[in-house]
């Protein structure tokens, strides 16, 4: 039986056990060799099959599929990749904008898949309201719909008043801000379960429990070796996302210091019922995603829990090791910021908490082309927005390894020359001090404080401090 571990992933506790797909043993062959079973790694390989039947395609699977952010993330499916402020600032309007055409399309990219497999994701797309947890971020709000309305698309963002807003969530922390439609939900690791079934159908070849513990990268094949087996291939695609730094051989596949893990902290309570929903304030279907001196994100799962996360419940641990995997820290206060949210409710205690990780690249923007030779693909590094993009990522991947010229491979971004993260990595920001987070949501923060919050999460200090608008949906506080 697979162990998903307390505070891995609460997702895959609902479900039923599922076998694994057997560990590789003894020597084999494939054409495509996908190493990494999260979306993006099935997405692949799925792809792969769908573009050119007759291709072998093997995924390998250190641990269980969905085992990495795949299997653990909030289930936002929203067209984000980093800040978007952060990208216009580095590459102009124009640039942004096709990046935001890209996500925006992996969002449809998901929908399409759930509907043309008859995907069981409990996919629902109920949109989110985005409100001010103080007046004085409405400002920064308003700032933001003109620059998310600016960058095209198809969102009908609508304005709400403070009232408008209360009408729907009546939570005493609202304020004004936007309903913004185009906001799904998915629960992650029974997608995950459905891609894998999906992979198998088209006769991926799928082994979980193989860890590829070695790649050897020669002119005319790669190697890749487990603890039971080996595979030689024409071709892999590492779609190993923040454990791409645990692979051995980083130098000789071209791939160090692309990114750096991160980890995202979240928990869920118990289901509520429909008495408490009432009781809380929280009348709409949608989701909610705060406005203030830190973000919190938070939603209404199909069985009728809260979901909830925040930019700050993040840890970059240094250097650029995996782990831990949950600190323990941050569940003191998490539970307290939702008892502010909703009064009427506390105290609500979670009932699992969780933590995963999440790639983080330097230029906001996923790595998507070849390294070092064309028969070495990298394709991770969604900066923790990855949900819908790695999708349409993997697609973007099969379309590269297929030599196809389409919008998405002939994307400005994508082969881009990869950006590295400095040595020292000086541009990162520290983790945060969960005591310092706490003092800083419990009072309003008076001005000079706002100099000591944190900054962009997912962008390094630098930027931040250049003045770079916020992201997409999510206020932060810039400098
Ligand atoms: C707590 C949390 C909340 C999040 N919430 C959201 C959200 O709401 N919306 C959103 O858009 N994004 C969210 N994200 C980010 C999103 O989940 C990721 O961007 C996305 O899942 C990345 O997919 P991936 O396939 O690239 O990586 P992963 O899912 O991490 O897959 C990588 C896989 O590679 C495997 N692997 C690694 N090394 C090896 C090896 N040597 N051999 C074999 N296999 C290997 C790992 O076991 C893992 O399964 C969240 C992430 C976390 C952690």
């Keep these: 039986m697979v162990d998903y571990g307390t505070h891995r992933s609460f997702w895959f506790t609902e479900l039923p056990d599922l076998a694994s797909s057997p560990a590789l043993s003894g020597k084999q062959r494939a054409d495509v060799v996908v190493i990494g079973g999260g979306f993006a790694g099935l997405a692949t390989a799925i792809n792969l099959r769908q573009l050119a039947p007759s291709i072998r395609v093997t995924l390998l699977e250190a641990e269980h599929i969905g085992f990495g952010a795949s299997g653990r993330n909030s289930g936002y499916v929203w067209p984000r990749v980093t800040t978007y402020g952060y990208l216009k600032h580095l590459f102009g309007l124009s640039r942004t904008r096709e990046v935001y055409s890209y996500a925006a399309r992996s969002c449809r990219y998901v929908e399409e898949l759930i509907s043309e497999f008859s995907l069981d994701s409990e996919y629902r797309k109920p949109g989110a309201i985005c409100a001010a947890i103080e007046p004085r971020y409405a400002a920064e709000m308003r700032a933001q719909l003109s ?7 198809v969102r009908e963002l ?13 939570s005493p922390m609202l304020h004004e801000g936007f309903f913004d439609p185009d906001i799904g ?10 891609l894998k079934r999906v992979a198998l159908g088209l006769g991926v070849v799928i082994h979980e429990m193989s860890p590829a513990i070695g790649i050897s990268c020669g002119p005319h094949r ?3 070796t487990t603890p039971g087996g080996q595979l030689v291939a024409d071709r892999i695609v590492l779609a190993t996302n923040a454990y791409t730094n645990s ?16 980890y995202v902290h979240c928990e869920i309570t118990d289901v509520l019922s429909e008495r408490s929903w009432q009781v809380s ?22 069985d009728s829990r809260i979901h909830w996360g925040c930019d700050v419940y993040f840890d970059i641990p240094r250097p650029a090791q995996m782990g831990p995997e949950y600190l323990p820290d941050y ?38 082309g070849f390294v070092k030779s064309e028969r070495v693909l ?5 900066n923790g927005n990855g949900v819908a993009m790695a999708h349409l990522n993997g697609r973007t991947a099969a379309e590269l390894l297929l030599g196809k010229q389409t919008e998405a491979t002939t994307a400005w971004f994508v082969k881009r020359r990869p950006w590295r993260w400095p040595g020292r990595l000086s541009g990162l920001p520290e983790s945060r001090s969960p005591d310092k987070v706490s003092a800083v949501f419990r009072k309003t923060p008076p001005c000079h404080l706002r100099h000591a919050l944190p900054p962009a999460i997912f962008a390094p200090t630098r930027l931040v401090a250049a003045g770079c608008t916020p992201s997409i949906g999510t206020l932060r506080t810039t400098k």
């Design 147 to 153: 620059f998310l309305r600016d960058l095209g698309g």
């Design 158 to 170: 609508r304005e709400m008043t403070r009232h408008e807003v209360r009408a729907e969530i009546d």
């Design 185 to 194: 939900y998915i629960q992650p690791a029974k997608h995950a379960r459905g």
């Design 222 to 224: 790669v190697e890749i």
């Design 247 to 262: 692979l051995i051989g980083l130098n000789e596949l071209g791939v160090r210091r692309h990114q750096y893990p991160g």
């Design 281 to 302: 304030g929280w009348r709409a279907a949608c989701g909610l995603i705060t406005a203030g001196p830190i973000t919190h994100f938070m939603h209404r799962t199909s």
């Design 331 to 368: 569940s003191k206060i998490m539970g307290q910021h939702l008892d502010q949210y909703f009064p009427a409710l506390a105290p609500v205690r979670p009932v699992h908490q969780w933590g995963g990780p999440v790639a983080l690249t330097p230029d906001g923007l996923p790595h998507l």
């Design 378 to 382: 990298l394709a991770a590094g969604c």
